[in-house]
Each structure stands twice: as structure tokens, then as C-alpha cells.
């Protein structure tokens, strides 16, 4: 990797209007990769994401990973010398991420069409839960709406339990992903017609691409997915499975051949020669006496040893691991995943590293969240505001 090249999104401006966590996580994963984000806060509420989770010395945790590649002002956008800054900073931006509910930038003179008179060449991102319009476009949206209404919930759990949601923001995380992609998209229609859009992007949306065929399924067969657990309809044995040492590993046989090398490693070959193990959806059919096989052969052995056996057998398995897991993981410590980054507040700190390698242009965390504000006089100079001006304004509560 070419440490010192430039990044690819160098020279691209990015303003963060967004909290919580869709559309901030979008920009992050863009500033890691070169592009000057700008995050705006209200003067008197901060992100919400800077006291969410724990807290070390009074400063989020959270935070330093979200707010990390941005620089940090803070501007009252509902006052008029708010919304007037905004449209100077929009002059000379590339993109712009919100998750206002729908209406409310407009309320503040700062929609659409004031965006677009300033700059025709922006690319405004609006992340809500429902999407821009329809019957739920102005409800308050959050991923666990979303992953509750997309059918997530419905088909995680055990059979005889709830449905299951999970304790992590992944409807948001998904939104991002693809909240930054179609930036990404945007961005490269315009480089052919010359003309910024809008981004309309729902939570709701995203999370169901990615659960599959499910609407394919229900369309043409009628089929609605049900809670399995760990199993799956599509194939078998694909379960977790306690080791002999008390850990936990997981066993996937998407493919035949893997499923066929699993039966021969824990001394069942025989059932590879029965009609139903041909193919993954009749295996299925059959997973109590799959998992019976393979679950009493990894009881019999430790969780080191199991992996081992399987590896040999160029079988698929996976340790269970917690985070103290991942943080020691020698495939994890190779490609870097979790880094250690320098933080004037908290000093060496470790968290997720970049998304992808690039081998040309890298992508680089250049520092953790910043402190409420920490930008704001040079972003402001940087516009040619004097410092009376900027005093006048942070006197007029705008700051």
C-alpha cells in the first residue's frame, strides 16, 4: 500500500447536517477516504452521539470513531445568520448530508432550491427513515423502525421466540453504506451532465436489499421466511456449536463440496450417499440429524482443536468471538482492522480502521472525533469572515 499517495476523494467537500447515525456514518466513511467533511452542530445541543455509550474522562467514546476525519463547526442553521452561512459554506461544496425530517431545511430558507441557486453542481443527501414522501415520510424514523418494518425482525429468533432485533444500529449502518455509495453515484452522474441532484434515501430501504429474496419469494410462491434460529432453509448443517473447552463456533455449508467435507471429518460419510444430501434445501430438511452429527463431534473437542480439524479438511468455521476476540485476531491484526489512532484527548486509542485497501490511493484516519465546535473561527475564516464578524455572531448565539 502507497502510504503517501494521495487519497481518492481529495478535493471533495462534504457538509454533515446529519445526527444519529445513518447519515454522519456516510460521511465518515467518505472523509476516510480524502474528502474535507464539515461537520455542523447546533451551538446548544451537540450531536447526540457524542453521549451515547460509554464515556472515558467525560468525553463519548462513540463519537471518536463517528466524528473522526471531520472538522467541526457549529451554527444555529434555523437564524437567518445560520441559514446565511450555510449558503456561503454550499457555494463551494460538493455534498451535502442531512436527516431533517422532510420540510424542515425548507422551513429554514435552506431547501432545494436555495441549495441549487447557490450551486448547481451540489449533490444534497437526505437520510430519513421513510423517505422524502409517502404516508410515513414526516414520522420520527430510526433504524430500529427500520429493521422491525423491513421483515429483519420477523425472520430473527428462535421459532417459539419473538421476533428479535438487533442490539446494534445496523438499519443505519446498512443506510450508510449505501448512503455513501449513492453520493458516489451522484457524484459521477454529474461529472457527465454537469448538474448536482438529490440524494432520497430511506432507512427503510437499504436493510431490505440486503435480507434477499424474500418479495421474489412471497411474489411468485407465496412464501413468507420464518424464524429459524441459527439455521437456515438453503442448506445444512449451518448452525453454532459448542466446543468441549465451553467457546462457541459457527459452521456454514453454502457449498456442497464443504457440506460433504464436514460429513467426512466428523465420521459420518455415510450420509452423503443418502438422495436428500444433494443439494443445500434438502439438507435442510434433515438438520436435526446434521446438526446432531456435527454438534457431537465439536462437543468432543476444544475450540482450538476443532478449528484446526477443519481448517485441514478445507471445511468452513468460524470461532464465536466477542470483542476481546476480535481485538486479538491474528487475521484481523494482519490486515490492520482495528488501528491505533492518536487522540489529543485520550491519547492512543484503537477502533475500526478504513473500509477497503486501496492499492493506489489509501484511504487513512487522520484523527478521532473532534471536540463541539473545535473549527468553527478557522472554517469561518476560511469564508473570509473577519474576527469582529465571527465575535458578532457568536455573540448573537448563531455560533
Request: proline share 7%; hydrophobic share 40%; charged share 20%.
Amino acid at each position: 500500500m502507497n502510504a503517501t499517495a494521495q487519497a481518492p476523494l481529495t478535493g471533495l467537500r462534504v457538509i454533515d447536517l446529519a445526527t444519529l447515525f445513518a447519515g454522519p456514518l456516510s460521511a465518515t466513511m467518505l472523509g476516510d477516504f480524502g474528502a474535507e467533511v464539515i461537520k455542523v452542530e447546533h451551538p446548544r445541543k451537540p450531536d447526540p452521539s457524542r453521549g451515547h455509550g460509554p464515556t472515558k474522562d467525560g468525553v463519548g467514546l462513540w463519537w471518536k470513531l463517528l466524528g473522526r476525519n471531520k472538522r467541526n463547526l457549529t451554527l444555529d442553521l434555523s437564524s437567518p445568520g445560520g441559514r446565511d452561512i450555510l449558503l456561503r459554506l454550499a457555494a463551494g461544496t460538493d455534498v451535502i448530508i442531512e436527516n431533517f425530517r422532510p420540510g424542515t431545511l425548507e422551513r429554514w430558507g435552506l431547501g432545494w432550491a436555495e441549495l441549487h441557486s447557490v450551486n448547481p453542481r451540489l449533490v444534497l443527501a437526505r437520510v430519513t427513515g421513510f423517505g422524502q414522501f409517502g404516508p410515513y415520510a414526516h414520522r420520527p424514523g430510526f433504524g430500529t423502525l427500520a429493521e422491525a418494518m423491513s421483515g429483519f425482525a420477523a425472520i430473527t429468533g428462535e421459532p417459539d421466540g419473538p421476533p428479535t432485533l438487533p442490539p446494534f444500529g445496523l438499519a443505519d449502518s446498512i443506510a450508510a453504506l449505501a448512503t455513501a455509495y449513492a453520493v458516489m453515484a451522484a457524484l459521477a452522474g454529474r461529472d457527465r451532465s454537469g448538474e448536482g441532484q438529490i440524494v432520497d434515501m430511506a432507512i427503510i430501504e437499504p436493510i431490505l436489499t440486503v435480507l434477499g429474496p424474500q418479495p421474489v419469494w412471497y411474489d411468485q410462491l407465496g412464501y413468507v421466511q420464518p424464524r429459524t434460529g441459527n439455521r437456515s432453509r438453503n442448506n445444512a448443517p449451518r448452525n453454532t456449536y459448542r466446543t468441549s473447552d465451553g467457546h462457541w463456533v459457527a459452521v456454514s455449508t453454502s457449498a456442497q463440496s464443504i457440506a460433504e467435507r464436514v460429513m467426512r471429518l466428523v465420521g459420518r460419510a455415510e450420509l452423503i450417499d443418502e438422495p436428500w444430501f444433494g443439494s443445500g434445501t434438502t439438507r435442510a430438511e434433515h438438520s436435526d440429524e446434521l446438526d446432531e452429527a456435527v454438534g457431537n463431534w465439536i462437543a468432543r473437542h476444544t475450540r482450538e482443536d476443532a478449528v484446526s480439524a477443519f481448517e485441514k479438511a478445507e471445511a468452513a468455521i468460524a470461532p464465536i468471538h466477542d470483542i476481546r476476540d476480535v481485538m486479538e485476531d491474528p487475521q484481523y491484526r494482519a490486515l490492520d482492522s482495528i488501528t491505533e489512532v492518536d487522540d489529543p484527548e485520550l491519547g492512543p486509542l484503537r477502533m475500526q480502521n478504513v473500509l477497503f485497501r486501496l492499492s493506489g490511493t489509501p484511504g487513512a484516519i487522520r484523527w478521532a472525533g473532534r471536540p463541539h465546535g473545535a473549527d468553527t473561527d478557522e472554517i469561518l475564516t476560511g469564508l473570509g469572515l473577519s474576527g469582529a464578524e465571527i465575535a458578532a455572531l457568536r455573540a448573537e448565539h448563531v455560533l
